[in-house]
Nanobody, 117 residues
């Protein structure tokens, strides 16, 4: 059973920054993809960033330029740097690893991000 532990959430003012971390219990360099998702109250879960095995990344337009996903293979950790945060970024953020496309994979417990003045 792969375990994922997210950290780094909190309360930040609009325009501020936060850095989330996801520590994975297995080597991440060989994982098919690691992604960050979020779920806001009353909304469906959505993908906000993904890093693939080859190091390529994907972002939806809503966070492109503002969010950056990266990984530290030595620490089995995937980070999400979020800048210029907006109130609509408020959500619980989850880390996910998947072994192939379409795999539901493993999920962390989530970390709350609140953007409010």
């Amino acid at each position: 059973q792969v375990q994922l532990v997210e950290s780094g959430g909190g309360v930040v003012q609009p325009g501020g920054s936060l850095r989330l971390s996801c520590e994975v219990s297995e080597p991440i360099f060989s994982i098919y993809a690691v992604g960050w998702y979020r779920r806001a109250p009353g909304k469906q879960r959505e993908s906000v960033a993904r890093i693939n095995r080859d190091g390529s990344t994907n972002y939806p337009d809503s966070v492109k330029v503002r969010f950056t996903i990266s990984r530290d293979n030595a620490r089995n950790t995937v980070m999400l740097q979020m800048s210029n945060l907006k109130p609509e970024d408020t959500a619980v953020y989850y880390c996910n690893t998947r072994r192939w496309e379409g795999d539901n994979g493993y999920w962390g417990q989530g970390t709350q991000v609140t953007v409010s003045s």
